[in-house]
């Protein structure tokens, strides 16, 4: 439009300047004729009574007289013969007007003529013709002023038609918004109401269509959710049950959730079978739901697990929290239960303990499980509705104590010591790699390599994770620049929630993927699900950063929490990688079996790959193909090897 309106205003403003040009010449020209006219009639009488008296030298000082105004080019008396008599005259002056302009447009000045006669005898004639000068000034200013009246009109023509367009075509980038969206699987709506009926019939379309995609998924989740509730959830109060306790547990303590520290407690109601005989089954399940309700209201913000463990029992998991921090948050918790347990009548002391220890990467799950038990027993020992609280907690593996760690990790930052392992990701229908899963070892100071769960958890109390994933990142790229022409790479890297957090470091990401040649290669950034529901927003940053730079986004250990199926919808990622302990748990379990089969399906909905971890066997492989997952790995494809990358 606005090169149509362009190209009709140029039209009429050639056609104006043509009119107007050619119509104020003429007008020139017959001024400047008469004005030649005027001053030879002037010069008629005065000059036919010298001529005729004979005295040339008053005719030539009359005619000098009238030439020296400066409005005149030519004057000059003729004799009957058409000889030149007398005269004066000066070339055409024309200042103030670019040559350009007067030698397209020229003014031809007509001569005024006038006959000199004495009596009744004819002397000759006076010639006239008029100097141009003013005559082109005014016209080239005429000319101006056209000029710029016609582009003032046209500017205002142009704003008036934006906000015209800005006006009617509003609703276009909201269309353009919720076009984006579904691109990136949200299916809101626009709100906007069009005036425009086109538009408006377009926005009725997108927001329908959004609308039935939106329930299609809304109840794929619902289906879902009840799977996972029948697998993971107790029925009672809402929380997840013991089999999710394991497998979340077992999760943490193999090193697939990322943390330095953390702390297991443990609440024990007291009698509780004796308390369900003397009053009612019904008031003792009600009890229990107090204790979920207060457990929520007190953890909910700080527990990644909250679980009741069996009848009587409830197991609640934080992450990086300080020891300050969980005694506040013990002692709040038995002061909220203290409100629900009062004293009861009767002889069973119908009460709860707490426990609360420590543990880290790599220990025991039945050792943890007997450290919180002599807690409980504690507390137990100790007095009705009391907290045991063991702060102390075994050193890591190695005995390093934790600022010997970090020297050790700051000086393999400085010396370059990392050694990069890949493990295969298979297409489990055609067996062939669909991407190498970089995993890294610390070269410690007698050459062993450390494994990432044991020194990663000191990397990350001590914030060096950024800097961990910056040196590693570097040694990806470096090995992706050594990479032949025509080799096809296909690498996924896993990425800290430190990092995330730290803008020196995205930027440098940002940068690096900016300027990286992508002949044949193709990048994968991974972060946990634990990870992402830590802080949506920036994971959405991240995940946005990374398509921008046509790089792939993953969610690593998928399917074991609550939130799993809602973090599917809000942050829909490439691809997801099932935790091993659902991938375990399926063929024993048809709770988790269904639950598979509705991640799959709901990930399929949304164009989301799903593969498994903790592949191990080919029955596995054969379930996984029948539930239609697409990729595996596993030790059963291969375990994690330098040759790989």
């Known amino acids: 439009m606005f090169l149509g309106i362009s190209v009709i205003f140029l039209g009429v403003f050639i056609g104006l300047a043509i009119l107007g040009v050619s119509g104020t010449r003429t007008y020139l020209e017959e001024q400047l004729g008469s004005h030649a006219q005027d001053a ?14 004979g005295d040339r030298i008053l005719a030539d000082t009359q005619v000098a007289t009238l030439f020296d105004r400066g409005y005149f080019q030519r004057i000059a008396v003729l004799g009957t013969d058409g000889a030149v008599v007398l005269g ?25 003529e006038a006959f000199l006669i004495a009596g009744w005898r004819q002397l000759g004639k006076v010639v006239v013709v008029s100097q ?19 582009l003032l009109a046209y500017l205002l023509a142009l ?31 626009i709100a906007i109401k069009p005036k425009a009926l086109e538009l408006s019939r377009v926005v009725g379309a997108m927001n329908e269509m959004s609308r039935k995609i939106s329930e299609f998924l809304d109840a794929e989740s619902r289906r879902a959710e009840q799977f996972r509730r029948e697998a993971y959830q107790d029925d009672l109060t809402g929380l997840d049950n013991r089999r999710s306790f394991e497998l979340r547990l077992t999760q943490a303590l193999d090193g697939d959730i990322p943390f330095s520290d953390a702390a297991l407690i443990g609440v024990e109601v007291n009698n509780l079978k004796s308390f369900n005989t003397e009053a009612s089954y019904r008031q003792g399940d009600q009890f229990l739901v107090s204790v979920a309700t207060a457990a929520r209201s007190i953890l909910g913000d700080q527990a990644a697990i909250l679980c009741r463990t069996s009848g009587s029992s409830f197991g609640f998991v934080l992450f990086d929290r300080d020891p300050a921090m969980l005694a506040d948050l013990g002692r709040q918790l038995r002061d909220s239960l203290q409100q629900v347990f009062p004293e009861q009548e009767g002889d069973a002391d119908f009460s709860f303990s707490i426990g609360m220890v420590h543990f880290r990467h790599g220990e025991k799950r039945a050792r943890l499980m007997s450290r919180l038990d002599l807690a409980i027993e504690s507390a137990r020992q100790s007095g009705r509705n009391a907290l045991q609280y063991v702060v102390d907690v075994n050193s890591s593996e190695s005995g390093l104590g934790s600022m010997a760690w970090r020297e050790l990790i700051r000086n393999a930052l400085a010396e370059n010591r990392w050694t990069l392992l890949g493990q295969p990701v298979v297409s489990l229908s055609s067996g062939q790699v669909m991407q190498q899963e970089i995993m890294t070892r610390l070269i410690g100071n007698d050459g062993n390599l450390v494994p990432a769960s044991v020194f990663l958890p000191m990397a990350m ?23 032949g022409e025509g080799e096809v790479v296909n690498l996924a890297v896993n990425l800290s929630n430190q990092s995330l957090e730290n803008r020196e470091f995205l930027a440098w990401l940002s940068g690096r993927l900016s300027r990286l040649s992508r002949r044949g290669v193709q990048l994968s950034f991974e972060l946990t699900e634990y990870g992402c529901s830590l ?5 959405r940053q991240f995940a946005d950063m990374l398509r921008t730079n046509q790089v792939r986004f993953g969610i690593d250990h998928f399917g074991l929490t609550p939130t799993s199926l809602q973090l599917l919808r809000e942050l829909p990622p490439d691809y997801v990688k099932l935790d091993a302990g659902l991938v375990a748990e399926a ?3 048809e709770a988790a079996r269904a639950l598979l089969r509705s991640i799959v399906s709901l990930a399929s909905t949304l164009e989301v790959e799903v593969i498994a971890q903790g592949v191990e066997t080919l029955a596995q492989v054969e379930m996984l193909l029948s539930d239609s997952v697409k990729g595996g790995q596993g030790y059963h494809f291969g375990a994690p090897s330098a040759d790989r990358i």
């Open 40 to 53: 030879a009639s002037s010069l008629v009488h005065p000059l036919s009574q010298s001529i005729g008296a």
């Open 88 to 112: 004066r005259e000066l070339p055409a002056k024309i200042d103030g007007v670019p040559l350009w302009f007067s030698s397209r447009v020229t003014l031809d000045a007509p001569p005024g």
């Open 132 to 150: 141009p000068t003013h005559a082109y000034q005014y016209l080239w200013k005429s000319a101006l002023e056209i000029s710029g009246w016609m």
């Open 159 to 189: 704003w008036m038609t934006r906000m015209v367009l800005h006006w009617i075509l509003n609703p276009l980038s909201e269309i353009e918004r919720s076009a984006m969206e579904i691109q990136q699987k949200h299916f809101g709506q």
């Open 461 to 483: 109390r001590h914030k060096l994770m950024p800097d961990i994933d910056q040196a590693l990142l570097s040694l990806v790229f470096r090995r992706l620049e050594e990479r």
């Open 535 to 539: 802080d949506m927003e920036s994971s």
């Open 587 to 589: 063929p024993e379990n």
